[in-house]
């Protein structure tokens, strides 16, 4: 089963607003990832947060960690055209050696 | 140029045959990974491996087979065996374990009919 469930599956904004989408998972962690997938390519990493970190900024990005209640946000800020994308969450479980996706956001934004 | 480079993007075969997906690197990572993708789904891991001449099997492993004789090559065999092969496949890097961000190739669509 998946680790990581992302929460909308899809997305539509405009240009220039926010975007905020969101990752729960079942077990604790190492450490969460947020990749990027445009449509048939391969997924680019955008950020990587730690389990003792609570907040974290790239950019127009920045993502949250609550491991209270195993879940992150990814937002983002002022959002492009250029965003359109699936987003996924990528957690490393602590003795793994391994990264969990979960099954992604399709994100949006129209001009 | 570094990066990791998959081949062929496009690839066509009857079912009942091997076919093998190129993975390579030049990015001198240690580990890599090679991921399926199906229509509107995430990622589900197929096998990786942390080191040259050893790998381990991801949650689908069965009807795959991979080697890792060199660390820039990771190429991966998909068999008859494989009831549903019909996916995007994906491979990745990273320098060590996944304490590391994952580098990705492009992919390549197999289609099996």
């Known amino acids: 089963s998946q680790q990581g469930e992302e929460d909308p599956q899809a997305l539509s904004i405009q240009e220039g607003e926010n975007a905020t989408m969101n990752c729960s998972y079942k077990?604790?962690?190492?450490?969460l990832q947020w990749y990027r997938q445009n449509s048939g390519r391969g997924l680019v990493h955008l950020i990587l947060?730690?389990?003792?970190?609570r907040e974290k900024h790239s950019g127009r990005l920045r993502v949250t960690l609550d491991t209270s209640k195993k879940s992150s946000s990814l937002l983002i800020t002022a959002s492009r055209a250029a965003d359109t994308a699936s987003y996924f969450c990528?957690?490393?479980?602590?003795?793994?050696?391994?990264?969990?996706f979960g099954t992604g956001t399709q994100l949006k934004v129209e001009l | 140029d570094g990066g990791i480079t998959q081949s062929p993007k496009y690839l066509f075969r009857k079912e009942g045959q091997n076919v093998t997906l190129s993975c390579e690197q030049n990015?001198?990572?240690?580990?890599m990974y090679w991921y399926r993708q199906d229509p509107g789904q995430g990622l589900r891991l197929i096998y990786y491996?942390?080191?040259?001449?050893?790998?381990q099997k991801g949650d689908i492993a069965e009807g795959y087979s991979v080697s890792r004789e060199k660390k820039e090559s990771f190429p991966l065999t998909v068999t008859s065996a494989q009831k549903n092969p019909t996916a995007f496949y994906l491979c990745?890097?990273?320098?060590?374990?996944?304490?590391?961000?994952?580098?990705f190739g492009p992919g390549t669509r197999l289609t099996v009919t």
């Open positions: 990745a890097s990273s320098i060590r374990t996944s304490e590391y961000e994952q580098y």
């Open positions: 077990t604790s962690i190492n450490n």
């Open positions: 947060i730690r389990s003792n970190e």
């Open positions: 990528a957690t490393k479980e602590g003795g793994g050696n391994k990264l969990t």
């Open positions: 990015l001198n990572h240690d580990a």
């Open positions: 491996s942390q080191i040259v001449n050893d790998f």
